[in-house]
């Protein structure tokens, strides 16, 4: 069956960096977009990155050039390197399978059809 499994969280200092990791499997995840989403305390979901099949990256407008989304096929893995990171980013981070090859908008729901049980980021000093 289909599982993605995240990792990497933890607790990082405001400015410092952290890479979540997820593991796939069950799917041939070449042929399918994965997206990163965050939800933090009290506020909504939000989507933060997709690679699409063929590695086409998309980011937030809130990244600002600080993330990295990439893929290692032959691990089956998906990674998301966050660089300088914000206090307000502290959120639990989920990796995401859409149904498609390519990314859907975040707020899209009907796109995506299995999620990971997400990863905890804490940015605090």
């Known amino acids: 069956q289909v599982q993605l499994v995240e990792s990497g969280g933890g607790l990082v200092q405001p400015g410092g960096s952290l890479t979540l990791s997820c593991a796939a499997s069950?799917?041939?995840?070449?042929?399918?977009?994965i997206t990163w989403f965050r939800q933090a305390p009290g506020k909504e979901r939000e989507g933060v990155s997709c690679?699409?099949?063929?590695?086409?990256?998309e980011y937030a407008e809130f990244v600002g050039g600080r993330f990295t989304i990439f893929r290692d096929s032959a691990k089956n893995m998906v990674f998301l390197q966050m660089d300088s990171l914000k206090p307000e980013e502290t959120a639990i981070y989920y990796c995401?399978?859409?149904?498609?090859?390519?990314?859907?908008?975040?707020?899209?729901?009907?796109?995506?059809?299995?999620w990971g049980q997400g990863t905890q980021v804490t940015v605090s000093s």
């Open positions: 069950g799917f041939a995840l070449n042929s399918y977009a």
């Open positions: 995401v399978k859409g149904r498609q090859s390519y990314c859907s908008p975040y707020e899209a729901t009907a796109g995506y059809d299995y």
């Open positions: 690679i699409n099949s063929g590695d086409k990256r």
